[in-house]
């Protein structure tokens, strides 16, 4: 009798352990959420504030962007035009390169190549930005100088170069973590037909995994599309319309990201109340639209392409 009640206490004990970590998790997960619409809200209140004063068609037509300096303009095409060459350049370099690297340590690799390689990518993802902009300020801008000799001090190119490198962990662990996923017996079952290891992971991997492969890629993009100081940094603060067809325009002057332009407004001493500083977050709630459309594209791609396997 007394066993059974002392079984009783202790399963009771641990109901109440269980019920009281549940409420835990789901007290984290809805302060989570709640930040989130917070913070939309904010931007959201703060943007309506902006095109009451600022036609929203100026904003998104006019050529030139100029919050605190006379004649004041808020054009943000200048901005949209950079953050995209950036973002081009960045992945042209970040995504094929990622998806090789998630090839080897997913198909190719030893054991032991893996255990020391997929370390070292991780080392690369958990250094600061900054330190990747001043290295490209540093370092990357006079190598492209003895190749280039009309780069400028600020440029796309490098800033490209060092944020490509900043999300290549990103895209190769998610990438090679979805190609691990698949299951063995398809890689068994293309090499029985007489298929090279290589058209195995061509024709085989790389398809079934295809959906975790978009998704990192989607990831990496956001990222670089929200990165701030690195590019600030390394491609400077030049408001400029970027013409995407003059390869030397495009890849060796400064720009302006729409995060550089809002650390710039940000650090500026403009009132708390004026459309300046109000632009700031109508910046800001542009590029939480362009993000969040890509986080929509990752989750329509996950689902759509997704493989079930048995």
Known sequence: ????????????????KDTSIG???????????????????????????????????????????????????????????????????TSAIALPVGLLTAVFLSEYANERTH???KPALEILAGIPTVVYGYFALVYVTPFLRRIVPQISTFNVLSAG????????????????DAMRAVPKSLR?????????????????????????????????????????MAVTIAAGNLSRIVNPFNISDALLNPIQTMTAAMVEIGLSDVSGHSVAYKSLFAVGFTLFIMTFSLNLISQYIKYKFREKYL
């Open 188 to 228: 068994e079952a293309g090499l029985a037909l007489g298929v090279s290891e290589f058209r195995v992971t061509i024709t085989v991997v790389i398809p079934a995994a295809l959906s975790g492969i978009v998704s990192s890629f989607i990831l990496g993009i956001s990222r670089v599309i929200g990165e701030t």
């Open 1 to 16: 009798m007394r066993r059974d009640r002392i079984d009783i206490t202790v399963h009771r004990a641990e109901i109440l």
């Open 161 to 176: 170069i060092v944020v490509a490198i900043m999300i290549i962990p990103t895209i190769a662990s998610i990438s090679e």
């Open 23 to 89: 409420g835990i998790f789901f007290f984290c997960a809805l302060l989570s959420v709640l930040i989130t619409f917070g913070i939309v809200i904010i931007l959201l209140k703060d943007t309506a504030g902006f095109f009451k004063e600022v036609s929203i068609i100026e904003f998104f037509t006019h050529t030139r962007w100029s919050p605190t300096i006379k004649p004041v303009e808020f054009g943000v095409l200048p901005l949209i035009s950079g953050t995209f060459i950036f973002t081009f350049v």
């Open 115 to 117: 255990s020391v390689l």
